[in-house]
């Protein structure tokens, strides 16, 4: 600046003296993945604007326009039953309970096979096999994009309606959660009673006292995963779906029945799920590589000294 200025003859500031740089990671994350928009069931219904992707208006609108009407064509692969030899699109048929073969189509490309249906007999069965009334919203699709056009139960629907659980394209609950990663921890900072830390296999603190107290600071195993209590409140909406899935739909034992986050403490996940926190999910270290994650190196490190002191301060990185 001061060769600019003499060549100038006046003198030439620079537009900044001092300049302070920031950055901005990403935002904390902690939420259920949903499809946009909402949908509670891989069903088609077809394109017609009236039914609004949407089990009851669909009902509602069919035979509106003033013909007898009861029955619509979905777009749905072609399966049989081996036993009564029933034509359905479903993976079971409802008269003897077997397993359906689907029918191989040739088809040209784009060309869309539909099945007929009466919607409002098919939503009946289902609510009188579940036993529980109709929701009073269930959102589905106007059309299926996999290869053999298989579209789910109506029942797995109604539950997840139920219990607030949107799906996925490919048929799953998902819950995203922003990582971090954690050694240690105190049992009463993650709800966590002493009984049941022992009871997972935290029987010793990190200097190797007997766990007496939940505020003595552990080793976080590497097999466990302490998640947010967000994610421990949806946990549980998704085992009750499970178990109602189970009892009603399968005719099995339910297998979680659960009314409390704190009671899927321990049950497996990702590993043993102890605790729940405000905020993300705090795994170990080496869960990161297992999850082919990256967990940089120059994470700080806690001397045990600096422990016994109180939260401790990281060391230089190496």
Not at 52 to 63: D, F, S
Not at 147 to 159: A, F, M, R, T
Not at 266 to 281: F, Q, V
Not at 282 to 292: A, D, Q, T, V
Request: net charge positive; proline share 7%; hydrophobic share 30%.
């Amino acid at each position: 600046m001061e060769a600019v200025s003499r060549a100038m003859g006046i003198e030439v500031r620079s537009r900044g003296g001092t300049r302070i740089g920031a950055r901005m990671a990403r935002p904390e994350k902690s939420k259920d993945r949903r499809s946009a928009p909402m949908v509670h069931c891989l069903f088609p219904i077809g394109n017609e604007p009236a039914y609004r992707k949407e089990l009851n208006m669909a009902i509602q609108n069919i035979g509106r326009t003033g013909s007898s009407r009861k029955t619509i064509s979905v777009p749905a692969g072609k399966r049989k039953c081996p036993s009564c030899g029933t034509s359905t699109y479903r993976t079971w048929c409802r008269e003897c309970n077997k397993h359906t073969d689907l029918i191989p189509m040739k088809r040209r490309f784009g060309e869309v096979n539909k099945e007929s249906m009466n919607l409002s007999e098919e939503v009946d069965a289902a609510l009188s096999t579940l036993g529980v009334p109709m929701p009073k919203e269930v959102k589905v699709l106007d059309s299926l994009i996999s290869k053999n056009e298989v579209p789910e139960n109506i029942e797995k629907g109604i539950l997840r309606a139920i219990y607030d659980l949107g799906v996925n394209k490919d048929g799953t609950l998902r819950y995203d959660m922003t990582d971090i990663p954690l050694t240690h921890f105190r049992p009463s900072e993650i709800e966590l009673s002493v009984e049941r830390a022992r009871e997972l296999g935290y029987t010793r603190d990190m200097n190797g006292l007997p766990l007496t107290d939940g505020n003595q600071m552990c080793e976080l195993k590497v097999q466990d995963v302490i998640p947010n209590i967000g994610c421990g409140d949806y946990m549980v909406r998704v085992s009750r779906f499970i178990d109602d899935l189970l009892e009603k739909f399968y005719g099995l034992e339910r297998y979680y029945d659960v009314n409390d986050r704190k009671e899927l403490i321990g049950h497996l996940s990702i590993g043993l799920a102890p605790p729940y926190l405000r905020r993300n999910t705090l795994p170990h270290n080496r869960l990161y590589g297992s999850k082919r994650r990256i967990c940089p190196s120059v994470l700080p490190r806690i001397q045990k000294e600096e422990l016994r002191r109180g939260r401790g301060q990281p060391d230089p990185a190496p």
